[in-house]
C-alpha cells in the first residue's frame, strides 16, 4: 500500500487551529495573525478595475505581471534606497509560498536550516516538507536573536537561516547592528540567510533594517508580502526577491507549482504599494496605541513581558496554567510552545483586535492571573 512520505508524516496541523477551536462563540479572540482593518480601498480597486477590464482572466508570467515586480522595485528604493532589479522578483502566493519557494530551491535532504525558537511555525514545517532538518535556536531574555547564537549553530550542513523582524510570535525587531552581522554570517560562512520581513512596515521604536542592505554576496534572500502592511491576508500575495541565480532556481518550483500568482490579486497589490500610503500609517499608528495599552495591562497584573517593538503581538512570561485559565474565562491566546519548545512558559497575544474588546480582554487577564498564582 501507499505510504504518506516521510517529509509530510514529520509535520503536523498548527496547533493555533486547536485553540480556536476549543475556545466559545463569544470568546475574545487574541489569537489572530491578522490585522482588523479594510484593505485599503484603492488596493481593492485595482483588483476590481483589472477583473472589469479583462485584464486578470489568464495566466500571467511565472514572475508576475510587469508593473507589480517593478512597484516592488520601486517599493525598495523608496524605504531603504535599495536598488532591485524587477527580474529579481518573483510575485508568490503570499508570504508562505516565498517561504516554501526559498526553503525548496536551497535546502537538500538532511541540510540543516536554523531558525528562532519560539519563532513562525512554518519555518519547522516547511524545513521538514524540504526534507530539510530543522534546527530552531533560543532567543536573548528580549526575544530577540543573537547573530553569535546563529554563527555557534553553523556545521558544514547548513543549507540556510532565518531571519524575522519584526517578529511572530514576540514582536521583537532586530538592531542595525544584528542585522549587519547577519549579512557577515551569511557572506563569511556562505549560507544563505532568509530574512522573513512580512511584519516591515509595523515597527514603533526606529525602523526596519534588511539585512540586504549589508550583505556583499549574494547571501541573503527576502520574503515578504502585502499581508500585514495593506491588511490583505486574503489576498494571498507576496514575494521573494534574491539574486537572479537564486531567482532562477525558486522560479523553477514556483512555475510547476503555482504557475503564476493570482492575477486578480497582482493588481490589487500593484495598486495598494504605488498607491497612497497613509492607510499603513493609521493601522501603525493605532497598533501602537494598543501596544502600549496591552504592555501597561500585562506589567500591572504582574506578568513580565519584553517590550514588543513592532508587528502585533506581545509574548508576556505566563505562570503554569495560565492559557487555560485564560481561555476558560473567555479570551483566546496562543500558548507559547506552539511556537516551539523555547515558547514554553510563554504566551502570544495578537493586538489586531478592537480596543475595547483589548480592554475587557486584559482585565480578564489580569484576573486569571490573580487566581493561578
Ligand atoms: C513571520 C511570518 N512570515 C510569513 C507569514 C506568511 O504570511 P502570508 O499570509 O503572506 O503568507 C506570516 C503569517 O502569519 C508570518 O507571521
Given at each position: 500500500?501507499?505510504?504518506?512520505a516521510?517529509r509530510?508524516?514529520?509535520?503536523?496541523?498548527?496547533?493555533?487551529?486547536?485553540?480556536f477551536?476549543?475556545?466559545?462563540?463569544d470568546?475574545i479572540?487574541?489569537?489572530?495573525g491578522?490585522?482588523?482593518?479594510p484593505?485599503?480601498?484603492h488596493?481593492?480597486?485595482g483588483?476590481?478595475?483589472?477583473i472589469?477590464?479583462?485584464?486578470a482572466?489568464?495566466?500571467?508570467s511565472?514572475k508576475?505581471?510587469?508593473q507589480?515586480?517593478e512597484a516592488i522595485?520601486?517599493?525598495?528604493d523608496?524605504?531603504?534606497?535599495l536598488?532591485?532589479?524587477?527580474?529579481?522578483v518573483?510575485?508568490?502566493s503570499?508570504?508562505?509560498?516565498?517561504?516554501h519557494?526559498a526553503?525548496?530551491?536551497?535546502?537538500d535532504?538532511?541540510?540543516?536550516?536554523i531558525?528562532?525558537d519560539p519563532?513562525?511555525?512554518?519555518y519547522?514545517?516547511?524545513?521538514?516538507?524540504a526534507?530539510?532538518?530543522?534546527?530552531?535556536v533560543g532567543?536573548?531574555?528580549d526575544l530577540?536573536?543573537?547573530?553569535?547564537t546563529?554563527e555557534e549553530?553553523?556545521?558544514e550542513?547548513t543549507a540556510?537561516?532565518i531571519v524575522n523582524?519584526p517578529?511572530n510570535?514576540?514582536?521583537?525587531?532586530?538592531?542595525?547592528a544584528?542585522?549587519?552581522e547577519?549579512?557577515r554570517i551569511a557572506?563569511?560562512?556562505?549560507?544563505?540567510?532568509?530574512?522573513?520581513?512580512?511584519?516591515?512596515h509595523?515597527?514603533f521604536?526606529?525602523?526596519?533594517?534588511?539585512p540586504?542592505k549589508?550583505a556583499e554576496?549574494?547571501n541573503?534572500?527576502v520574503?515578504s508580502?502585502?499581508?500585514?502592511?495593506?491588511?490583505?491576508?486574503?489576498w494571498r500575495l507576496g514575494?521573494v526577491?534574491?539574486?537572479?541565480?537564486?531567482?532562477?532556481?525558486?522560479?523553477?518550483?514556483?512555475?510547476?507549482?503555482?504557475?503564476c500568482a493570482s492575477?486578480?490579486?497582482?493588481?490589487?497589490?500593484?495598486?495598494a504599494?504605488?498607491g497612497p500610503q497613509e492607510?499603513?500609517q493609521?493601522m501603525?499608528e493605532?497598533f501602537e496605541?494598543?501596544?502600549?495599552?496591552?504592555?501597561?495591562g500585562?506589567?500591572d497584573?504582574?506578568?513580565?513581558?519584553?517590550?514588543?517593538?513592532?508587528?502585533?503581538y506581545?509574548?508576556p512570561?505566563?505562570?503554569d496554567?495560565w492559557?487555560?485559565?485564560?481561555?476558560?474565562?473567555?479570551?483566546?491566546v496562543?500558548p507559547?510552545?506552539?511556537?516551539?519548545?523555547?515558547g514554553?512558559?510563554y504566551a502570544r497575544?495578537?493586538?489586531?483586535?478592537?480596543?475595547?474588546?483589548?480592554?475587557d480582554?486584559l482585565?480578564i487577564?489580569?484576573d486569571?492571573t490573580?487566581?493561578?498564582?
Amino acid at each position: 500500500m501507499t505510504e504518506f512520505a516521510r517529509r509530510v508524516e514529520q509535520v503536523s496541523i498548527s496547533g493555533i487551529r486547536e485553540v480556536f477551536e476549543a475556545a466559545g462563540d463569544d470568546a475574545i479572540n487574541l489569537g489572530l495573525g491578522q490585522p482588523d482593518f479594510p484593505t485599503p480601498a484603492h488596493a481593492r480597486r485595482g483588483a476590481i478595475e483589472a477583473i472589469e477590464s479583462g485584464r486578470a482572466d489568464a495566466y500571467t508570467s511565472n514572475k508576475g505581471i510587469r508593473q507589480l515586480r517593478e512597484a516592488i522595485a520601486a517599493k525598495y528604493d523608496r524605504d531603504y534606497d535599495l536598488e532591485v532589479d524587477p527580474e529579481d522578483v518573483i510575485a508568490t502566493s503570499g508570504g508562505s509560498e516565498a517561504l516554501h519557494l526559498a526553503l525548496e530551491a536551497h535546502v537538500d535532504p538532511g541540510e540543516e536550516v536554523i531558525f528562532p525558537d519560539p519563532g513562525f511555525v512554518s519555518y519547522d514545517a516547511l524545513t521538514h516538507i524540504a526534507d530539510g532538518t530543522p534546527k530552531p535556536v533560543g532567543l536573548r531574555e528580549d526575544l530577540t536573536l543573537d547573530p553569535a547564537t546563529v554563527e555557534e549553530n553553523i556545521t558544514e550542513d547548513t543549507a540556510a537561516f532565518i531571519v524575522n523582524s519584526p517578529a511572530n510570535p514576540t514582536g521583537a525587531v532586530q538592531s542595525e547592528a544584528d542585522m549587519r552581522e547577519f549579512a557577515r554570517i551569511a557572506d563569511e560562512h556562505d549560507v544563505l540567510c532568509i530574512s522573513d520581513e512580512v511584519y516591515e512596515h509595523i515597527v514603533f521604536e526606529g525602523e526596519h533594517h534588511s539585512p540586504l542592505k549589508f550583505a556583499e554576496t549574494d547571501n541573503v534572500v527576502v520574503v515578504s508580502a502585502c499581508s500585514k502592511t495593506y491588511s490583505m491576508t486574503g489576498w494571498r500575495l507576496g514575494w521573494v526577491l534574491g539574486s537572479n541565480r537564486r531567482i532562477e532556481r525558486m522560479l523553477r518550483v514556483h512555475q510547476y507549482g503555482q504557475a503564476c500568482a493570482s492575477a486578480p490579486a497582482q493588481f490589487a497589490a500593484e495598486a495598494a504599494l504605488t498607491g497612497p500610503q497613509e492607510p499603513v500609517q493609521e493601522m501603525v499608528e493605532t497598533f501602537e496605541q494598543r501596544r502600549d495599552l496591552v504592555l501597561d495591562g500585562l506589567t500591572d497584573a504582574g506578568l513580565e513581558v519584553p517590550t514588543p517593538e513592532g508587528a502585533f503581538y506581545a509574548m508576556p512570561k505566563v505562570p503554569d496554567g495560565w492559557c487555560d485559565e485564560v481561555l476558560e474565562r473567555g479570551v483566546v491566546v496562543v500558548p507559547g510552545d506552539a511556537f516551539g519548545t523555547n515558547g514554553e512558559g510563554y504566551a502570544r497575544l495578537s493586538y489586531a483586535t478592537g480596543t475595547e474588546e483589548l480592554k475587557d480582554a486584559l482585565e480578564i487577564m489580569a484576573d486569571a492571573t490573580q487566581a493561578v498564582r
